[in-house]
Nanobody, 116 residues
Framework: QVQLVESGGGLVQPGGSLRLSCEVS????????MAWYRQAPGKERELVAA???????NYVDSVKGRFTISRDNAKNTVYLQMNSLKPEDTAVYYC??????????WGQGTQVTVSS
């Protein structure tokens, strides 16, 4: 059974930091592209950051310089370090596993709320 379990979400004040984690089980990790998406109320789900099996990263422009995606293949875990959080970062954040275009798995999501 494939499982992606996210953790680390919560309520934080503007300017604060959070670190999201996503642990993968039941399927290969080191060969997959891992990504974080987010979906705010009334908006479409958007790609926030992705990391290839080789460690190449890419980010949506709105988080560049503030968020960092990383992976630990020994722990089958991908992380999203989020600094200088803004109210517009409020969303449900989802972890995504993919290998090619046909094989995709999602986590259940974790809520991030940035508010004073």
């Amino acid at each position: 059974q494939v499982q992606l379990v996210e953790s680390g979400g919560g309520l934080v004040q503007p300017g604060g930091s959070l670190r999201l984690s996503c642990e993968v089980s039941g399927i290969g990790f080191s060969v997959a592209t891992m990504a974080w998406y987010r979906q705010a109320p009334g908006k479409e789900r958007e790609l926030v950051a992705a990391i290839s099996p080789g460690g190449t990263t890419n980010y949506v422009d709105s988080v560049k310089g503030r968020f960092t995606i990383s992976r630990d293949n020994a722990k089958n875990t991908v992380y999203l370090q989020m600094n200088s959080l803004k109210p517009e970062d409020t969303a449900v954040y989802y972890c995504r596993w993919s290998f090619g275009a046909q094989r995709v798995y999602w986590g259940q999501g974790t809520q991030v709320t940035v508010s004073s």
